[in-house]
């Protein structure tokens, strides 16, 4: 049985193909016997609004029970939200946070205007893995250290990784790696 992977990446990132480990990662993901990994530009890049970005990981993508979601930024929202609403094999955060932090951009994604509702996350995954730096110069500790006290994630926590815009991520690769034995 194959297993999908889903990148969903964070807003305003462009090619997604090109930008930061996204490519790099779906490359090596889909090199992987049983796995095809699914890595698209998204609708609505820059505001990335759930309205918009949870039909197309469900219709477009195929999103669902046999899906790990791996979600960086905004899409670490998405993912969230996502598994909400639906059960999906596991969920990958990657900078995750809980509020807009005051950025007009980031209200409007429509993420932030309710609270999380950590059960149900919890209840629709196998697994939740958390990737999160003390230094990310856009996403506060507080915020990610909420997500994972919320979701009782497995975190892995840095102190060096910024907001994880490298071109690779063999972290990444090797927790994903774990997750499919």
């Given at each position: 049985?194959?297993?999908?992977?889903?990148?969903?990446?964070?807003?305003?990132?462009?090619?997604?193909?090109?930008?930061?480990?996204?490519?790099?990662?779906?490359?090596?993901?889909?090199?992987?016997?049983?796995?095809?990994?699914?890595?698209?530009?998204?609708?609505?890049?820059?505001?990335?609004?759930?309205?918009?970005?949870?039909?197309?990981?469900?219709?477009?993508?195929?999103?669902?029970?046999?899906?790990?979601?791996?979600?960086?930024?905004?899409?670490?929202?998405?993912?969230?939200?996502?598994?909400?609403?639906?059960?999906?094999?596991?969920?990958?955060?990657?900078?995750?946070?809980?509020?807009?932090?005051?950025?007009?951009?980031?209200?409007?994604?429509?993420?932030?205007?309710?609270?999380?509702?950590?059960?149900?996350?919890?209840?629709?995954?196998?697994?939740?893995?958390?990737?999160?730096?003390?230094?990310?110069?856009?996403?506060?500790?507080?915020e990610q250290q909420q997500v994972a006290d919320g979701l009782e994630s497995e975190f892995k926590k840095y102190n060096d990784k910024g907001h994880?815009?490298?071109?690779?991520?063999?972290?990444?690769?090797?927790?994903?790696?774990?997750?499919?034995?």
């Open positions: 049985m194959t297993t999908k992977i889903a990148i969903i990446p964070g807003n305003g990132a462009g090619d997604v193909f090109c930008a930061n480990w996204y490519g790099w990662m779906h490359k090596k993901l889909n090199q992987i016997s049983g796995v095809s990994c699914d890595l698209r530009n998204m609708p609505d890049p820059v505001i990335a609004k759930e309205t918009v970005w949870l039909p197309f990981m469900h219709e477009e993508m195929a999103c669902d029970e046999t899906t790990i979601i791996i979600g960086h930024s905004s899409g670490a929202e998405a993912a969230m939200r996502y598994s909400e609403k639906y059960p999906v094999k596991g969920i990958i955060l990657v900078s995750a946070c809980v509020t807009d932090l005051g950025d007009d951009n980031e209200r409007a994604s429509g993420y932030y205007n309710r609270p999380w509702e950590w059960q149900k996350m919890k209840s629709n995954t196998a697994f939740i893995v958390q990737f999160g730096s003390t230094d990310d110069p856009f996403i506060p500790w507080k994880f815009m490298n071109t690779s991520f063999p972290e990444l690769l090797n927790v994903v790696k774990e997750k499919l034995n």
